[in-house]
């Protein structure tokens, strides 16, 4: 026993011999590979934004004699828009902090404190979109404006999502409680919105803030 | 002897899988926190004050924000060399270099394109 559990015991015999080729394939726990798996998709959604961001460099200046950044991006909104982002991540770090030592009562005030930020940021977000399109500032406007309405509101309907889902598990957990499954599922969210916090420093970097110095 | 193997297998990767996830703490979520207000802060003052010439603040800025997006990587998003085994961060860096290729050389192609499409004025002597 002792000379077989220095080994990995899936792949030796009853004498402890190594089997190099178990019959059946070595047992691995529910959930496993979860968090690898969300990884590669938050990396395959990088790549959608590359190309979002890729399309805003080559077009982004293309303003048809529309309006420009200048006339239309207000820096103290994204500044808050900017913080409530920032504060959506600190709670829902919170809210992790909480899951792991299993206060359920504080993770869901934080993850709901955590859903009202993202909240704020969708409803600062439109209230910027329907100013912008009551100027006339429409997405079929320019090549910048397409641009402009495809990546940011890309990055807005993740968020949209985003909170969907993050009141979705505040009733799993509600109803279910803290069970594995439910952490995992906290824990995938928790890196989907931390991704879309990173996301959003090249938003309102070389969208707003770029576009503000041109 | 082979389900109590087992079962001692299904615990040690247990353990193994607990450690394998850093949640981070309340510190370094302050610390990740704080930078970020730093390093948000700072852009966006340089920008609304122009305090300095718009070619070094565009420097500037997309320093900053290389910068942020690697706090918020190690303290929200715990990456480090060892998380998953490896994969992440061999993901993360392959997803890096297919973007840097994607984005550069788009913008790179097009601008090119973009210049030597453009009319100008040696169009009358070309004849």
């Known amino acids: ?214 | 002897m082979s389900a109590e193997a087992h079962n001692d297998h299904a615990v040690d990767h247990h353990d193994h899988h607990g450690d394998d996830h850093d949640h981070g703490s309340f510190k370094t979520y302050m610390i990740g926190f704080l930078l970020s207000v730093v390093l948000t802060a700072i852009p966006f003052w340089l920008v609304m004050t122009g305090a300095l010439p718009a070619a070094a603040t565009g420097l500037i800025i997309t320093a900053f924000a290389v910068v942020q997006i690697i706090v918020h990587m190690i303290f929200f998003l715990h990456m480090n060399h060892k998380s998953e085994g490896g994969w992440n961060m061999l993901a993360l860096i392959f997803t890096i270099v297919v973007v840097v290729i994607a984005v550069a050389g788009s913008v790179w192609v097009m601008y090119h394109l973009n210049v030597n499409m453009m009319p100008t004025h040696d169009m009358q002597t070309m004849g």
């Open chain 1, 1 to 214: 026993m002792s000379h077989a559990s220095s080994l990995n015991p899936d792949y030796v015999d009853e004498a402890g011999r190594p089997i190099y080729h178990p019959v059946e394939e070595p047992h691995h726990p529910e959930g496993h590979s979860t968090m690898l798996g969300f990884w590669m998709y938050l990396m395959s959604d990088c790549l959608i934004f590359a190309m979002l961001f890729a399309v805003y460099g080559v077009i982004g200046a293309n303003y048809a004699a529309g309006p420009a950044p200048k006339d239309l991006f207000d820096l103290p909104l994204v500044a808050l828009n900017t913080s409530m982002l920032l504060f959506s991540s600190i709670t829902y770090g919170f809210a992790m902090l909480a899951m792991v030592k299993n206060r359920t009562a504080q993770m869901q005030a934080w993850l709901a404190i955590t859903g009202v930020f993202g909240l704020c940021f969708l409803g600062i977000e439109l209230y910027e979109f329907a100013h912008m399109i009551h100027l006339g500032a429409t997405p079929q406007r320019s090549g910048f404006l397409s641009a402009f309405f495809v990546l940011v509101g890309t990055h807005g309907l993740h968020v949209t999502f985003g909170t969907i889902w993050l009141v979705t598990l505040m009733v799993q957990v509600w109803r279910k409680g803290l069970i594995p499954a439910n952490k995992r599922r906290l824990m995938c969210l928790s890196l989907f919105w931390h991704f879309l916090d990173v996301i959003w420093i090249g938003v309102f970097t070389f969208v707003y803030l770029f576009g503000m110095l041109r």
